[in-house]
């Protein structure tokens, strides 16, 4: 065999490496995303827009979120506890008749009093707990996102049908995240199936205020 044909097969079987390792690569990322955004549902696009459309560095903060947070060792709730923060629930709803930004912040507080209960990082340190709820629990970590929002916001008006409305519906989402803490239930199968339809769930606000019975 010729030089020439020696350096020939050399650079074809280069070029064949270098591509079936591109191809691999490419391969191994898009699956790594498709992970991600099976796992987090709703979520993996909203930190896509968060990061103005640049699909990979969400992927990297989720990522990193799963890293730091998926190894969470969730703790049991027992039944007498369950009971106080279900009751506390109630009360903010009842309250959000009369006073829907006192009910709202109510909401908020318990959430994340809850969150560190269940053993996710304390209410002090509110962005960690987000992140480490939007791992175990992705389907309806936005609402406590809006909930807290809707706490913070001193300049709505509580009388102005928008920013009523905008508390009602937040304290709604919020309520199926507060739900799926109080119970045993974990969103991981959930956040895959797409099976859980939080608008549907009994809050207790109506447009109206709130249902009672």
């Known amino acids: 065999m010729s030089t020439v044909m020696i350096i020939v097969l050399i650079v074809v079987v280069v070029v064949l490496a270098v591509g079936a390792f591109v191809v691999l690569n490419r391969k191994r990322n ?23 459309g640049d699909t990979k560095a969400a992927e990297r903060d989720l990522g990193e979120r799963v890293k730091r947070h ?3 060792q969730i703790r049991p709730l027992d039944p007498a506890a369950r009971e106080q923060y279900s009751a506390r629930w109630n009360l903010a709803q009842e309250r959000f008749v009369d006073s829907p930004r006192e009910a709202v912040a109510e909401a908020d507080r318990l959430i994340a009093e809850l969150a560190a209960t269940r053993g996710f ?14 791992v175990h629990h992705a389907t309806h970590v936005h609402g406590y996102r809006r909930v807290h929002r809707a706490a913070l916001d001193t300049t709505g008006s509580e009388q102005g049908p928008a920013g009523t409305e905008e508390m009602r519906e937040a304290m709604v989402e919020a309520r199926a995240l507060f739900d799926d803490l109080v119970s045993d239930r974990h969103d991981h199968s959930t956040a895959h199936s797409g099976k859980h339809t939080p608008g ?4 207790g606000i109506t447009r109206g205020g709130v249902q009672h019975g």
Do not use: I, M
């Open 200 to 203: 549907k769930r009994s809050t």
């Open 70 to 72: 998926g190894s969470l």
């Open 30 to 52: 898009a699956g790594g995303g498709h992970s991600l955004k099976r796992r987090f549902g709703p979520e993996y696009d909203r930190a896509v827009a968060r990061h103005d």
């Open 121 to 134: 990082p304390d209410a002090g340190h509110y962005e960690d707990q987000l992140d480490a709820l939007s």
